[in-house]
């Protein structure tokens, strides 16, 4: 299929549909789109994301919010009302499981069933499209808070239209940040179209008077991601969903640890993304941002996990990120349980509160890190759209295609896989090889003297040992993996 930047007409939306609720049975029960978007006009202000991140960037205040999903309906509800009350978070998920991320509704039917039978939840997140659109009702009418949709489905109609129609107000991820960090082996021709789905059925639900926020997948790997990499992508499907009627984004970004970079990335990511909305023509568009705790290994030591969390909380507080999306003292040992996952946010919570009358003064260094930021997303994201020949959809096939785009440690077939990030001796992330990424030479040198300078201090030529090393620092209690 030829995929372009171009918004969909309705009837072409209407027409896919009749086929993606056919993929499981409670597709039947969101027949009718205007009972969702009905529905989703008795949902109060205080329960709508867009409405709630737009107070929250006015006050200055940066909300708190977990990742959750358990497998039942009652139990997931529990779960949401303790992380709610318990653990005080502003902004509510629902993690969807891992079958319902690959469509695989016959497995998640099953792991429910194994689920009641066994008494605990063998799911690994909340399974939204089984359960259907009045369970789904159930667990927004049961909060107090907004809920979002967090997943990794690179495919996510049908659970788009269920969880919209059920009054959830924010739905996570894009056809690229959704694909090559998640998948193997599926096209981004494939995934952006599925994806422009997505956006025009929020597209549709906002022409009709509905908020509904819509935020890209930030970290993509979390393995050493640098900034600009990471903006470039966010901006592309900011772009993308705008094309589609999205009139509020929330972009993100995966913690990197040295503070001065990760300050730097999330103010020059709302200020970039705001550029090139409004140089494509894309205007009034509410933008937030959203940062995203350390997304590597973790200490298995749950007070040296704490200290990790304290210091994403930290960051994005100085940051003045709108959000946070918190860890948990779990986080080495897999899915948190409910207490450690309120405590996580308790801990977070503390530190914003703190911080919150604080910021990271402009500096030389602050400024020169925006400044590098700014240039290598601009290189990106231009020869991006040249590659395209000015279309974003078909810019963005062919960049990764070219390794103009090129995401660390991705398991996709479709990216080039050719960089290799490393920290310099402050431990923010550079480039050892840059790839075939379009940068010039002043980037290029900025990256390699960052890194020699880290060499020379550790007395060994930089290699793709010091990658190693970073990969696993964390987790062994350091920042920057200095030879042992
Ligand atoms: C990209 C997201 C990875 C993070 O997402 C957390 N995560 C995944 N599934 C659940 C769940 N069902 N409940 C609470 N946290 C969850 C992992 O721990 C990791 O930090």
Redesign the pocket.
Known sequence: MEVVNKKWPIEKLFAERAEILKKWETGKEVQDINKGIEYQKTIPKAKNFAAKLKEAKENGVTLVQ?????ALVNEHIALLQYLQDEGGADLLPS?IDSYTRQNRYMEAQKGIEESVSSGRSLL??FPAVNHGLENCRKVVESLKSPVQVRH?TPDARLLAEITLAAGFTDYEGGGISYNIPYAKDVSLEKTIYYWQYVDRLVGYYQENGVEINREPFG?LT?TLVPPSISHAVAILEAILAAEQGVMNMTLGYGQCGNLTQDVAAIQTLEELADEYLKDNGYEGRQLTTVFHQW?GGFPQDEAKAFGVISWGASAAALAKATKVIV??PH?AM???TKEA?AQGLRTTKQLINMLKDQSLPESKKLQLEKEMIKKETRAILDATLKLGEGDWAKGAIRAFESGIIDIPFAPSRYNAGRILPARDNEGAIRLLDSGDLPFTKEIEEFHKEKIEIRGKAEDREPSFQMVIDDIYAIGKGFLVGRPS
């Not at 977990?66 to 358990?70: D, E, I, L, N, S």
């Open positions: 977990p990742r959750a999903g358990v993690t690994n997140g990794g970290p979390g997304m860890k948990t986080e897999g899915i948190p996952n």
